[in-house]
């Protein structure tokens, strides 16, 4: 193995240090902790697990979390209503809706409706517009994408003028790295379904963020000798070593893949502990914003 392993667990820890250090140094100046809002409409259980996560990192941090469940039949109406409450409350700096919405509501209306300095997800449609223009500036940017770009960073890869290549365009990851992409200067190729050689478009990059949601999908002879891997990735794989029966793959085959990159992130521990910390950063952030 060659590659060097951007170590994400370790990273975001650093990120959390610093986001709970400075929180600790606003409530002793005898500010209000940091509060950050979580919706969570219905009970699926992915969804339920990454908002309890996030309520602890609010623990863990010092800051407030707020957690409102509404039933799975909440009307648009009865959502809506609730992110107008929130936007109001003083004590709330951050609202997060938790994605994907039930299909029988509509997520860009419930996301317009979030106070855009309460964005702290940076899915509303003038932050993501803000995003996508030049001279523009978020208030927020996306947590998993900025996650990427701060771990690329941090490795010292450089962006600009680089050629990078995103697998997927979600409106959560693919999409909104790309665009940070393009704002650190490198050119960007969005590879999805419909790409054609998309080995040969791989092959050209010297970074890859993979957010296409299958397994081990990118193949060592696909990277080029010293490109960086950003493995937003995460797929069961059966494995009967494991008590559980399975063990978490990324998007890209690691073990051929960290033979030929510079580096590369693991899963689990490359992007996934940095979604958390960025949301935390940006709650921070909000309450900055409002407060100072
Ligand atoms: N669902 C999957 N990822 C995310 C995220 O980063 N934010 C929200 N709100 N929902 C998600």
Redesign the pocket.
């Known amino acids: 193995m060659t590659a060097k392993i951007i170590d994400g667990t370790a990273i975001a820890k650093e990120v959390r240090a610093e986001v709970k250090e400075k929180v600790a140094k606003r409530v002793a100046a005898g500010k209000p902790q940091p509060g950050l809002a979580t919706v969570l409409v219905g009970e699926r259980v992915d969804?339920a697990t990454?908002v309890r996560m996030k309520q602890k990192a609010c623990a863990d941090l010092g800051m407030n979390s707020f957690h409102r469940p509404m039933p799975i039949d909440a009307t648009q109406e009865e959502v809506e209503a609730l992110v107008s409450e929130l936007n109001a409350d003083p004590a709330v700096n951050g609202i997060?809706?938790?994605?994907?919405l039930p299909d029988h509501l509509d997520e860009e209306k419930v996301l317009q409706a979030i106070d855009l300095e309460k964005d702290v997800?940076g899915?509303h449609p003038i932050n993501i517009g803000r995003l996508a223009q030049k001279g523009r500036e978020p208030v927020f940017v996306?947590?998993?994408p900025y996650g990427c770009i701060y771990l690329l960073k941090k490795a010292g890869v450089e962006l600009s003028g680089a050629n990078a290549v995103v697998l997927g365009r979600s409106n959560?990851v693919g999409m909104p790295a790309a665009l940070l992409l393009v704002k650190e200067n490198a050119t960007v190729t969005v590879v999805h379904s419909r790409t054609k050689n998309i080995e040969d478009v791989v092959r050209n990059a010297d970074i890859i963020i993979a957010a296409i949601g299958m397994m081990e999908f990118v193949k060592g002879d696909w990277v080029k000798p010293g490109a960086a891997i950003i493995d937003v990735g995460i797929n069961e794989k059966p494995d009967d070593t494991k008590k559980r029966g399975y063990r978490l793959v990324g998007d890209v085959n690691y073990e051929e893949a960290a033979e030929v990159a510079d580096y590369i992130t693991p899963v689990p521990g490359g992007v996934g502990p940095m979604?958390i910390a960025m949301?935390m950063a940006n709650t921070l952030r909000a309450a900055e914003i409002q407060q100072d």
């Open positions: 969804s990454y997060l809706v938790q994605l994907p997800d899915f996306p947590c998993t959560i979604t949301l």
